[in-house]
Nanobody
Framework: QVQLVESGGGLVQAGGSLRLSCAAS????????MGWFRQPPGKEREFVSA????????YYADSVKGRFTISRDNAKNTVYLQMNSLKSEDTAVYYC??????????????????WGQGTQVTVSS
């Protein structure tokens, strides 16, 4: 089992920044990497970004490229999502998830075995 706890959400004005954290515990060695997803009000959950535990490239949805940065601290088993130049359309509940297959970076929710409880991000215009 892997436990995931997100933090760092909140209310921010458009153009502002937030950094989300996801602390992982348990059998993290059984996972390939971590992803961030979000679910805007009344919409489906969507992929935001992903990063492997082992290093290498990072992955982003087109809607956040150039504004969001994913990073990890393996010593702390923590993944971060730095969100800059926030827009009202970034308002959503943000979830971190642990990838259970090597293709987790493609962003399919079925590729993730464990999910956090979510943290609310609200961007006011």
């Amino acid at each position: 089992q892997v436990q995931l706890v997100e933090s760092g959400g909140g209310l921010v004005q458009a153009g502002g920044s937030l950094r989300l954290s996801c602390a992982a515990s348990g059998r993290t060695f059984s996972t390939y990497g971590m992803g961030w997803f979000r679910q805007p009000p009344g919409k489906e959950r969507e992929f935001v970004s992903a990063i492997p535990w082992s290093g290498g490239r990072t992955y982003y949805a087109d809607s956040v490229k150039g504004r969001f940065t994913i990073s990890r601290d393996n010593a702390k088993n923590t993944v971060y999502l730095q969100m800059n130049s926030l827009k009202s359309e970034d308002t959503a509940v943000y979830y971190c998830a642990a990838g259970r297959v090597s293709t987790f970076y493609t962003g399919l929710p079925a590729s993730y075995a464990y999910w956090g409880q979510g943290t609310q991000v609200t961007v006011s215009s």
